[in-house]
């Protein structure tokens, strides 16, 4: 079956510093989100990527879609305290089944 | 306007029994779909329903069911629990459930199962 994995599973960084998740299926996608979730909440959803190559910025937040559509990133920039959490990346399986990451867990050190 | 909206919150139950999980969706939409979140891992997909019908089933096994009623609520039944099924149970809603849906997720409700 369809497999996500994300990497790195754990990072601490200094407040300041760059932070990058990377997602990698075993398939080809048609399109890929990036949801958060802060903890004890709910995942929350960031953005939605769909062609081959795109990137698209959130403020700080930099997602790219790869060229061959089977991987995606998700780049912060200057982390802050705020950024805490852990972030998913989602794809759907082409029937109606939602196939999350297992999560990067992002912890910043003020 | 509300957001997607579970009961309960917390839920304490032992072992063989039963529970029903419930959820709202955001007003005008169609779908909602359930998710399992273990401790520590990602949501795992158990089902999305669409205007009423099963549309999408993850690897759960029969102890699981579910089911929405005309006004697009839902409701998640699991029987003969057992401790694994402890978890955070979400529910996400989306206008129509298509794959480049956006999935609005509720607070969740956490099952403990002793």
């Known amino acids: 079956g369809q497999q996500v994995m994300q990497i790195p599973q754990y990072q601490h960084v200094q407040e300041g510093e760059d932070f990058t998740t990377y997602c990698n299926s075993s398939?080809?996608?048609?399109?890929i989100q990036w949801y958060k979730q802060r903890p004890g909440g709910h995942p929350v959803f960031l953005i939605q990527?769909?062609?081959?190559?795109e990137v698209k910025k959130q403020k700080r937040l930099t997602f790219q879609f790869g060229e061959a559509k089977k991987n995606s990133s998700l780049h912060i920039t200057a982390t802050q305290t705020t950024d805490v959490g852990t972030y998913f990346c989602?794809?759907?399986?082409?029937?109606?089944?939602?196939?999350f990451g297992t999560g990067t867990r992002l912890k910043v050190l003020a | 306007d509300a957001g997607v909206t579970q009961s309960p919150t917390h839920l304490i139950k032992t072992r063989g029994q039963h529970v029903t999980l419930r959820c709202s969706p955001i007003?005008?939409?169609?779908?909602v779909s359930w998710y399992q979140q273990v401790l520590g891992q990602g949501p795992q997909f158990i089902f999305q329903?669409?205007?009423?019908?099963?549309?999408g089933r993850g690897n759960f096994p029969d102890r699981f069911s579910a089911r929405q009623f005309p006004n697009y609520s839902s409701e998640l039944n699991v029987n003969a629990l057992l401790l694994g099924d402890s978890a955070l149970y979400l529910c996400?809603?989306?206008?129509?459930?298509?794959?480049?849906?956006?999935?609005?997720f509720g607070p969740g409700t956490r099952l403990t199962v002793l």
């Open positions: 996400a809603s989306s206008s129509s459930g298509d794959s480049t849906d956006t999935q609005y």
């Open positions: 398939t080809t996608l048609s399109n």
């Open positions: 990527l769909v062609k081959s190559g």
């Open positions: 989602a794809l759907n399986s082409g029937t109606y089944k939602y196939i």
């Open positions: 007003s005008g939409h169609k779908s």
């Open positions: 329903y669409y205007e009423k019908e099963e549309r």
